[in-house]
């Protein structure tokens, strides 16, 4: 059945009659809650999920936010981080201990890639990486003591899937956890757990929220499973989020469907755009029809959202440079998921000594504007090029 959506974003966990039936929720600026007795004390040390004792574990306004992303995520329960590198930090280590290994697909969000090479393996935890648009590399990559399967479908630059129901039937047979980062697609588009997955985490910072204002992650997942985390990685290690941000997030997503609506028609007409463009050599997007993963986009999600990468035209550096600078209506920014539409371009990691990144990608976020805007602007940055 579809969910209703109105039901989640305007009245879930609301619960007005709490707050003299203000239509928007109070924030809860306070760190902690005091008791009437000393019953009523024990009765709330005796689970700080259940009851407000303090705001690391339980505030009321965080709570309204919890509530509305664990339903839209299809999952019993669900943890508000302060982050999303805070959402697959805590999720990861909470399935780990020394001598265990880890299973991630190539080519993961950075701090995502940090944590599966830098940090992990500081503890004694060893994770490789593998090609993920093939289920059978997880089934190969595995080991004995293999802990995680972590998956980022669609990933963050060249937008690569993977097949997350065949991954996760692969680690159902071997007592593995799946994870996914679900950021780029959130659940209005693809729903992971229905797809067999254990966690998925969000960067909420993106389009849960929608204003870039607010960096915010999610944990969503089995009661058993989040309450193990809250008891243990979540309230020691403590990256909560406030409760004015949490604020900021229920508001964001009073009109999520709808931004998404209309980032996702905008999308694809730009994409068409360029799909025709001269300058453009290939376009990196889950739902372009020449995608050599198409099926599988149709076959999990329900459409793309507003973020892909363009191939460039173009022979020199120095061209790259000047079509993202030649943008006006796209601000150069890192980030993605909000209202403004924004350009991360390659060529500003390119260092032909370092590394490996090519100079002519460009990954671009699309925003609320008007479609004919953006497209006017990106023709007249492809004009600065080509003469
Ligand atoms: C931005 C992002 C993150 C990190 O989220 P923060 O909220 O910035 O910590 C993780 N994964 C993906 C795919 C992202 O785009």
Redo the contacts with the bound molecule.
């Keep these: 059945m579809e969910q209703d959506l109105s039901f989640i974003f305007n009245e879930l966990g609301e619960e007005r009659e709490n707050y003299f039936n203000a239509v928007s929720p109070p924030i809860m600026q306070t760190s902690n809650f005091a008791f009437e007795n000393i019953s009523e004390m024990k009765m709330a040390f005796s689970d700080e999920r259940k009851h407000s004792c303090y705001t690391r574990g339980k505030n009321p306004t965080v709570e309204i936010l919890r509530k509305k992303v664990a339903a839209l995520e299809n999952a019993e329960d669900a943890l508000i981080v302060s ?4 959402a ?1 930090s805590l999720s990861v280590l909470s399935c780990l201990k020394t001598g265990d290994h880890v299973v991630f697909v190539n080519n993961p ?1 950075s ?2 890639n940090k944590l599966m090479t830098v940090i992990l393996p500081r503890f004694g935890i060893t994770a490789d990486a593998v090609d993920g648009t093939d289920p059978e590399n997880y089934r190969k990559a595995m080991k004995p003591n293999t802990k995680i399967f972590f998956m ?1 479908s669609p990933n ?1 630059y060249t937008f690569e899937l993977q097949d997350i129901e065949s991954i996760c039937n692969i680690a159902k047979e071997n007592n593995i956890t799946t994870i996914i ?1 679900n ?2 697609a959130t659940p209005l588009v693809q729903k992971p757990i229905d797809l067999g997955c254990d966690i998925v985490v969000h ?1 909420a ?2 389009y849960f929220s929608g204003h870039s204002d607010v ?3 999610i944990i969503a997942g089995s009661h058993k499973k989040i309450d193990e985390i809250f008891h243990n990685e979540f309230m020691t290690i403590g990256s909560i989020l406030s409760p004015n941000d949490a604020w900021l997030v229920i508001r964001g997503m009073r009109t999520m469907e709808i931004r998404m609506e209309r980032i996702i028609k905008t999308t694809e007409k730009i994409v068409d755009f360029l799909s025709k463009h001269p300058l453009v050599d290939t376009i990196f997007y889950p739902f372009y029809e020449k995608s050599p993963q198409i099926d599988l986009a149709k076959k999990q999600m329900k459409s793309g959202t507003g973020l892909f990468s363009i191939k460039l035209k173009v022979d020199t550096l120095e061209q790259a440079e000047k079509f993202s600078n030649s943008l006006k209506r796209f601000l150069l920014a890192v ?2 998921g909000g209202y403004e539409s924004l350009i991360m371009p390659s060529c500003v990691f390119y260092d032909p000594n370092k590394n490996q990144i090519p100079y002519d990608l460009v990954r671009l976020s699309i925003g609320l504007e008007d479609p004919n805007v953006l497209i006017e602007d990106l023709k007249q940055a492809f004009e600065q090029i080509s003469i």
């Design positions: 982050s999303g590198c805070a697959i969000y701090w995502t980022e963050s980062d950021s780029y960067s910072t993106k960096v915010v992650g980030s993605w």
